[in-house]
Every structure is written in C-alpha cells, then in structure tokens.
C-alpha cells in the first residue's frame, strides 16, 4: 500500500491560480462602476440626512433642497445594479451582497463598504498585477 505525499511547499504547482484577462476586464469594470456609484450615494445620503436634520429637527424651510431626496433615490438605484453586477461577476455569497446594498441607506457605510469590497476584489481577482 502507498502513502500519499504532499508537494514540497515551494512547489510551483501551489501557486494561486491565475485569473483569464478578460475576466480581469470585466470584474475590474464593474469594480470602478461600483465604486463611483457607492461614493455619489453616500454623498447623496449625507446630503439627504442634512436635508432632514434641517426640516425635522431645525424646522427650516427646505423646499429647494426636494430635490436632494429623489436625487439619492435614483443614485441608490444605479448603486444598487452596480452592486448586482459586481456580485454575480465577483460570485459573492448572499450575506456579502445583502450588507453591500445595505451601505447605500446606512450613513457612512457606503465609503467602508466600498473600500472592503474594493480590497476584497481586488486581491481575490488580482487586479494590481499585469
């Protein structure tokens, strides 16, 4: 009876598999659509937070700012394909996506989850190498 045998640890075979170009194109694409999205919708919401502050809490007349709330509304929706679109390519589990879409409504949580998938993407699909 034989025994297996692991490969030395320098061995070339235990290398990270290399990612085709094209695929590197595509996720790295998605990568920058998500990223501007995710950054113009955090803008959107602290506006549309500062907007509320001042109409709630400070009881400002706010009526030229309407537009604030739809204007975010719209960027959520861009955010949210783009999220989408970065998800199926990048294969993210459920919970991934779902706290993705989150960072859209949460304030501040767009820019950290930005930068996590950014990371996240980047080293899984090794966007910095050539």
Same mark, same amino acid.
């Given at each position: 009876m034989t025994t297996p045998t692991n490969p030395p640890a320098g061995n070339a075979d235990q290398k990270t598999p290399k990612i085709?170009?094209?695929r590197k194109r595509r996720v790295k694409t998605a990568l920058n659509l998500f990223s501007a999205t995710a950054w113009?919708? @955090?803008i959107m919401l602290l506006l549309l937070v500062v907007r509320m502050v001042m109409q709630y809490l400070l009881h400002m007349d706010v009526s030229m700012f309407g537009w604030v709330?739809?204007?975010h509304g719209w960027c959520y929706l861009f955010f949210f394909?783009?999220?989408l679109n970065? @998800?199926?390519k990048a294969r993210w589990t459920m919970p991934q996506w779902i706290v993705t879409v989150l960072g859209g409504v949460v304030p501040f949580l767009?820019?950290?989850v930005e930068k996590w998938r950014r990371d996240e993407v980047t080293k899984?699909?090794?966007l910095n190498e050539a």
């Open positions: 085709h170009p094209e113009i919708t @955090g709330a739809i204007a394909l783009a999220s970065l @998800g199926l767009s820019f950290f899984k699909f090794q």
